[in-house]
């Protein structure tokens, strides 16, 4: 959970590193509360709560995702690649699962610990 809460005190950081793991578990959270998101939208027949909560957390998710690339030795610009329908969202998942390179040390800040 603190990986997920490290996401709203970084909310804006677009220039830092982040490890797969760290990434991951911001990314499984994120998955549960949508879920539990939904399921409470389909019991009081509400719509709203899942798409309010992906809005708050459009810009940290994209933030997370610019520092999990740069780790793995990419820009966060690659990002964009998941516009394009199917084969974006699969090279970026492949980008994102890659492990950290030894020379995006030289080109963004160091892991954090």
Known sequence: MEHFTAAF???ANFRDRA???QYWMFFLFYMIICVVLM???AVIGLPVLSALFTLVML???LAYGARRLHDAGFS???QLLMLIPLIGLIAVLVMLA???KGEAQ???KPQPA
Request: glycine content about 4%.
């Open 39 to 41: 399921v409470i939208e």
């Open 59 to 61: 810009i940290p998710s």
């Open 106 to 108: 030289e080109r963004f």
């Open 19 to 21: 490890s797969r793991t």
């Open 76 to 78: 966060g610009w690659w």
């Open 9 to 11: 005190t970084n909310f």
């Open 98 to 100: 890659l492990p950290s």
